[in-house]
C-alpha cells in the first residue's frame, strides 16, 4: 500500500486540519469533533446537516458553504460517524427555523444519524430528515435495506440547500428534499478497486480485463461482474439502467452529473460525457446544465457514476440558485 499519510488513525483528523487551513474563509471545525461548519454561521434559516464516513472527498464537507450545507460530519473511513458527533453538528449549527439531516441510505448512517435527531429533540430542537436513495443498481446490498445512497446526494444538497437559503419552513425544506431525492437516479461502476488505509489491501478484486458495474460507494458489490468494453458501451449500460426505473422521453429536462470515483482522469469522464449527452438528447430530452468532475469518491477507486435529475420548474429554480462552496460554485 503506497498512501501519503502519517498514520491511519491520524488522517482523518489531519484531512480535516489541512481543509480548514486551506479554505478559512469558508470551513471551521467544531471544536473536540470531526465536524465541518460554514466559517460564518446563518441564523435565520434551515440548517442543513449531512455526513458519513470519510473517503469520499469532496463529500461531504466540500459542499458546505453558502447555497448548499451548514454542517457535514466526517466520520473514520468508510465508516458512520457517531451519532454523538452528529449530535454537535446539529448544536453547532441550530437556529429557530431548525435542522434538517440529509442521510445516505448506508444503516450505519441511518441509525447513527436518527439517534442523533432524537438527542437534540430532547434538548428542544426542531429537527427533521431525509434519507437519500438514489442507487438504481440493487435494492438491498451489504450495508443497506433498500436502495444506497450515492452520488446524487450531491444534487440533493444543492436543492435543498437553495430552498433553505430562500428561507422557507423546515416542512417545505423537507419537502423540497423528497421531490429532489424522488426525482434523481444515479448506476456507477468500477474499473479497480480502493485500498482502505486501516485495511492496507483492496476490498474486492477486478482481473485485467473485468469491470464492476453497479457497485457502491464503498466497494460493496454491484450487480455484475463483466469484460471492459468501450466507454460508448459501458455509458450506455449505466444509462439503460438509470432509464428503465426513471423513463425519459420528449419533453422531459434534465440536470447530469458524471462523478469519478476518485482516480479515472478528467479526460475520460469527458468522453463519458460525451456519450451520455449523445444518449440523453437522443430520447428528446433537454440537457439543462451538466457538472463532469470528482463530487463524491471512493478513495483512490477508478471508475465513474452517472446521475440524472428531472426537472420541473420548481426544482430547476432551486438547481441554479447561487452556491458558493469549496468544491461547487453556481454565480445565479
Do not use: W
Request: aromatic content about 4%; proline content about 4%.
Amino acid at each position: 500500500m503506497k498512501k501519503i499519510i502519517n498514520s491511519p488513525d491520524a488522517l482523518v483528523d489531519e484531512m480535516l486540519n489541512g481543509l480548514v487551513l486551506a479554505y478559512p474563509q469558508y470551513v471551521t471545525r467544531v471544536p473536540d469533533s470531526a465536524v465541518i461548519a460554514r466559517s460564518a454561521k446563518k441564523s435565520k434559516k434551515v440548517a442543513l446537516v449531512s455526513g458519513g464516513g470519510s473517503g469520499h472527498e469532496p463529500s461531504h464537507a466540500g459542499f458546505v458553504g453558502e447555497g448548499m450545507l451548514d454542517a457535514a460530519v466526517c466520520g473514520a473511513v468508510f465508516t458512520s460517524p457517531t451519532p454523538d458527533e452528529v449530535f454537535k453538528a446539529i448544536k453547532a449549527v441550530q437556529t429557530e427555523a431548525g435542522v434538517l439531516l440529509i442521510i445516505k441510505n448506508y444503516t450505519g448512517d441511518v441509525l447513527n444519524f436518527e439517534m442523533a435527531m432524537e438527542m437534540a429533540e430532547g434538548e428542544g430542537i426542531k429537527v427533521a430528515k431525509v434519507i437519500v436513495n438514489d442507487d438504481v443498481a440493487v435494492m438491498n446490498s451489504t450495508y443497506t435495506v433498500g436502495r444506497r445512497g450515492i452520488a446524487g446526494t450531491v444534487l440533493v444538497h444543492k436543492i435543498t440547500g437553495a430552498a433553505a437559503e430562500a428561507g422557507l419552513s423546515l416542512e417545505e425544506v423537507q419537502k423540497v428534499a423528497e421531490k429532489a431525492i424522488a426525482s434523481v437516479r444515479t448506476m456507477g461502476m468500477a474499473l479497480s478497486p480502493c485500498i482502505v488505509p486501516a485495511a492496507g489491501k483492496p476490498g474486492f478484486t477486478l482481473a485485467d480485463d473485468e469491470v464492476e458495474i453497479g457497485l457502491g460507494i464503498h466497494g460493496e458489490p454491484g450487480v455484475s461482474k463483466e469484460k471492459l468494453q468501450s466507454a460508448d458501451k459501458t455509458v450506455a449500460v449505466l444509462l439503460d439502467k438509470i432509464c428503465a426505473d426513471m423513463p425519459l422521453g420528449g419533453g422531459d429536462e434534465i440536470a447530469l452529473l458524471v462523478n469519478g470515483l476518485g482516480g479515472t482522469p478528467l479526460m475520460e469522464l469527458l468522453v463519458a460525457n460525451r456519450k451520455a449527452n449523445e444518449i440523453i438528447t437522443g430520447k428528446g430530452v433537454k440537457i439543462h446544465n451538466t457538472n463532469v468532475g470528482n463530487y463524491m469518491t471512493s478513495i483512490e477507486m477508478a471508475g465513474f457514476s452517472l446521475s440524472v435529475l428531472k426537472l420541473d420548474g420548481e426544482i430547476k429554480k432551486f438547481y441554479d440558485a447561487k452556491a458558493d462552496t469549496i468544491a461547487y460554485k453556481v454565480f445565479a
